[in-house]
């Protein structure tokens, strides 16, 4: 393991750090080059396309100009006043903060206990707490949907949260990442005389700022863009999260590209905009998520 | 906190282990567990939400399997596999091995690449499904027509619209499949590299010799991770045929909607219990499998 996350640590160095390959400058390198650049101007037409159309007048939409010749934010004013996207913005807001703070919170914990304590029962609770990774979703989805419509969670903040306020797949990169934390640290935390749960929260927990970060993003993404529970959970258009509100919304204007494209850019454009201010951060903390998973 | 401080050391850190794993062993079992457990149970039951739960042994099952249109969506679904899979393993390998040797504008290609994986499935999916409407509004067909070409059938089609489903969910995940092979990739030894270019040893031959084998624990990793998003596909099939999901004439349909159809449309839990049971199967049996296959040699 020791190996492995050594190996790890140094492609993430690199792929940050300029790295010490030099490629050869000629005809074939420039190729390359115009192709890689191509591919990816094309990978991201559909969102240029999106932000285009949501910026142009009705009668402007069948035109395929990238730039509008008159640019209008009245699309986002007519989507906003209308008042369920702001709804379901300020929706889905709600349960990807929360479902990450608690999420982050949980799976550090208990990546912690199982890494750092000796207990009986420990090979047991991390066993059964990995094999959760096997069941799809989609076979919880029934039972979760008849234990909410009995709790009375259905069309709820809680019932759209609770499958997500703790991760397996957090606890299992938690724990990997705590192993990196000597004991030694801990150990002199215990002399000082701080308590356990101290050592975990000031100790530990700063050491693997690093892996808590790439979680976030992790489970906020995932929770931002959920679609089949919250459209199972929800029935009425106040609890819809954006995706399921767009959904719906899309449905209901059909022909009318333009508000559409407006709404689909108010459910993306968040999260595009901080990538795009943290991007060596995301892209690390997905290196990282996703090898150590 | 008198009865604490008699403990010993040992003693003292099985209390706090426990403190600090009570509230999510219950999550555990509460959330997960139990709702598994039912879920099995419920598959052998026959229950419309009103009636009683009546268990009717393998019927679900028998029912399933002489079904179809539940043939034909398990049809769609490995075809979303096996499609879906390859194409977009090796257009990102491609991708990623030649981004690795490119310096200039480095970070802002690779920005290119990655950002489609930071947007919603939903929203994205109607972004498609406008490329794909017919002209005058689809931007495919426009620009088809622009080179005078005819126009194409993408989503009111049985043949076409699954790959136009897939094409906008293999876009989707494409960036991320090229940022774990990138750092795949900067993980070999550069001096492997290095002994090869004394020894003279063709490009080709580095490429299948030191950096395909070297990277196998990245394609294991990839390949199991991508065919478990495809064998689940559901986001995009739903929202790019709304009107009609999993259409045309369940050309689309994969096994997740068919359990979406099953129980929230049909409110037969028990006949949904039992697809998902034989989704869980296959997610299972498809993963051993290749952990197998890739694994080991």
């Known amino acids: 393991m020791a190996n492995q996350d050594l190996a790890i640590k140094a492609s993430t160095d690199t792929l940050f750090s300029g790295s010490s390959r030099q490629p050869r400058r000629n005809a074939g390198q420039l190729v390359r080059w115009l192709l890689l650049f191509g591919g990816g101007v094309l990978m991201v037409m559909p969102i240029v396309f999106m932000i285009s159309t949501s910026l142009k007048f009705p009668f402007e939409v069948y035109n395929l100009n990238l730039i509008p010749e008159e640019p209008t934010l009245e699309n986002y004013t007519y989507v906003l006043e209308d008042g369920r996207f702001y709804r379901w913005f300020v929706n889905s807001l709600v349960i990807s903060v929360v479902t990450t703070a608690s999420a982050v919170f949980f799976d550090a914990l208990v990546g912690y206990a199982l890494c750092k304590f000796r207990f009986p029962g420990r090979y047991l609770v991390f066993i059964a707490i990995l094999s959760t990774l096997m069941i799809p979703t989609e076979m919880l989805v029934i039972p979760w949907y008849l234990m909410s419509k009995s709790f009375g969670w259905l069309d709820t903040y809680w019932g759209i949260m609770f499958p997500g306020v703790m991760t397996a797949f957090g606890t299992f990169l938690m724990k990997q990442f705590f192993e990196t934390v000597p004991d030694d640290f801990l150990e002199a935390a215990r002399i000082d005389g701080l308590n356990e749960f101290q050592i975990w929260w000031q100790v530990a927990m700063p050491l693997v700022r690093p892996a808590l970060a790439a979680l976030a993003i992790f489970v906020f993404l995932g929770n931002w863009t959920a679609f089949i529970w919250p459209l199972i959970v929800t029935n009425s258009a106040d609890m819809y999260t954006l995706p399921v509100g767009l959904s719906s919304f899309g449905d209901e204007v059909d022909v009318a590209w333009e508000l559409i494209m407006t709404g689909a850019a108010i459910s993306t454009l968040p999260t595009l905009l901080v990538f795009l201010i943290f991007q060596r951060f995301i892209i690390r903390g997905v290196v990282m998520a996703g090898l150590k998973g | ?297």
């Open chain 2, 1 to 297: 906190m008198r009865f604490y401080s008699t403990l010993s050391i040992s003693q003292k850190q099985i209390v706090w282990a426990w403190a600090f794993l009570a509230l999510p062993v219950i999550f555990y079992v509460v959330i997960r567990f139990y709702p598994t457990a039912n879920a099995f149970v419920l598959s052998f039951q026959e229950w419309n939400l009103l009636s009683d739960r009546t268990f009717v042994g393998l019927e679900n099952y028998h029912r399933l399997f002489s079904d179809p249109v539940f043939w034909k969506v398990f049809q769609n679904t490995f075809m979303y596999l096996i499609l879906g899979t390859p194409i977009s393993l090796v257009l990102s390998f491609i991708i990623a091995y030649h981004l690795d040797k490119v310096r200039f504008m480095h970070g802002t290609i690779r920005a290119l690449y990655f950002l489609p994986f930071m947007t919603s499935a939903v929203a994205m999916a109607w972004v498609w499904r406008w490329f794909y409407q017919p002209v005058p509004i689809g931007v495919f067909n426009n620009f088809l027509a622009s080179l005078g070409f005819g126009q194409i059938q993408f989503l009111n089609s049985t043949t076409n619209a699954l790959p136009s489903v897939l094409a906008c969910a293999v876009w989707a995940g494409l960036g991320f499949q090229v940022i774990i092979f990138m750092a795949g990739l900067r993980a070999i030894p550069q001096s492997y590299y290095e002994a090869a270019r004394i020894d003279g040893v063709s490009t080709w031959t580095v490429l299948t010799e030191i950096t395909i084998p070297l990277l196998r624990p990245t394609i294991v990793f990839l390949v199991v991770f991508s065919s478990i998003g495809f064998l689940r596909i559901f986001d995009q099939v739903f929202n790019m045929t709304t009107n009609n999901p999993g259409g045309p004439l369940n050309s689309t349909k994969p096994l997740v909607l068919l359990i979406y159809d099953t129980a929230f449309n049909g409110f037969n839990m028990g006949y949904a219990a039992a697809q998902t049971v034989v989704l869980f199967t296959i997610l299972l049996v498809v993963s051993l499998l290749q952990l197998r296959l890739l694994k080991d040699r």
